[in-house]
């Protein structure tokens, strides 16, 4: 387990600085969007987490730098406000992640892990590994609100090397949501939980930006009908005529990613969509978004053994042949590029390639009990925030799971964000 661990918190730590090596100390320092943090305050406070709940909590050392805890706390300290803080230079917090990091690898040799339940498994461990990777992704995407010449690069997604489309219907009846057993599992997943559904059919890939532009070409963003009265009013106020980083291309679409201009690739899962361009356009379909459990039922349930599986293919951890994740890559993948990562029913890229919107609000499960802090995920609980699943080409697999939960304002846009559609089925579909 301490091998893992630490090559883990490596690997990590490797991506965190191609993001943040990848440009200069005045765009480090820069605040690329009001929705976002200088990449200087993300790669400080990364540091800061592991800091408090490693070297701190866990090791129980002495503070390395007390005096920076107020700046990069994440609640004092609003996205917006965050450029006018007195924060570390870059060549300061590159300083301060190496001191912290060498502690947290001096008390990685001795930590029993039996001790009490923060380090039990390693969990502690994970939960700064997900954090910096779940920062990474949020750094990812400053990147792509960046203007100016690229800054990364990556090869190409793979093709599509097998036909996916149409629906996949799923049987009525209980399945096992959440999960009680993975050790890295964080609070809002837990506990495992029985949950009981209609049948009802879900589509077997991500809507594609194909499929969404045959909403906006008839007249989709112009239709109160297709939009809820939220969405009509925020689309309105907004402006919204496309998905964010859509470009008109002559008589056609293209897409600004990362500083790189391309045509729209039509089979490619539509991205940087809000809850409410998803909801108008599922409507506009005749159909309408998967609620939480549903998706998780579509991608976790094995018909077979009526098991839930950690991932939709099994148990064993993601590969490259599994699904599109980690930032191998900067592009969703075109649908039918990964038939290994289908799920038992047949849902194909439900990990990876683009964050889902759900018409779930985000709440706890039924005997959720916050752990190890309210503010991981207990004080964002309420009708304020829509769940989103899967992960994204941006999202690293130690981050991200068949029971990960993701939220976010159902206005937000800057995040690598799509879609599946569901709908009910009728009485003579039911067998």
Known sequence: MRVRIATELERTRARSALLTDAVDEVELMRQHSPLMSPLVWDLAH????????????????????????????????????????????????????????????????????????????????????????????????THQL????????????????????????????????????????????????????????????????????????DGGYDEPRWWSAQGWAHRQAAGLSAPMHWRRDGDGWGYLRFGRFSPLVLDEPVVHVCYYEAQAYAAWAGRRLPTEAEWEKAARWDPATGRSRRYPWGDEDPTPEHANLGQRHLAPARVGAYPAGASPLGVHQLIGDVWEWTSTPFHGYPGF???????????????????????????????????????????????????????????????
């Open 369 to 431: 009990a916050a752990f190890p802090y309210r503010e991981y995920s207990e004080v964002f609980f309420g009708d304020a925030y829509q769940v989103l699943r899967g992960g994204s080409f941006g999202t690293d697999a130690a981050a991200c799971r068949g029971t990960f939960r993701n939220w976010d304002y159902p206005i937000r846009r800057q995040i690598f964000s799509g879609f599946r559609c569901a709908r009910d089925l009728r009485p003579d579909e039911v067998a």
């Open 146 to 217: 960046r203007v100016g010449p690229p800054a990364l690069t990556a090869p190409p997604p793979p093709p599509a090397v097998v036909r996916v489309g149409g629906e996949v219907r799923v049987p009525g009846g209980p399945f096992t949501m959440g999960t009680s057993t993975d050790p890295w599992a964080l609070d809002n997943e837990r506990p495992a939980h029985r949950v009981e559904l209609d049948p009802y059919a879900i589509d077997a890939a991500p809507v594609t930006n194909g499929q969404y532009l045959a909403f906006l070409a």
């Open 46 to 141: 990364v540091g800061n987490q592991e800091e408090l709940w490693l070297v701190r909590d866990v090791g129980g050392r002495e503070p390395v730098r007390r005096d920076i805890d107020d700046l990069y706390d994440a609640f004092k300290q609003p996205r917006k406000d965050r450029p006018q803080l007195p924060l570390l230079r870059p060549d300061e917090a590159r300083a301060y992640l190496v001191t912290v990091r060498d502690k947290v690898l001096d008390l990685l040799d001795g930590v029993r892990f039996d001790e009490r339940r923060l380090v039990e498994n390693g969990f502690a461990f994970g939960m700064i590994v997900q954090h910096e990777q779940q920062h990474d992704e949020t750094m990812l995407a």
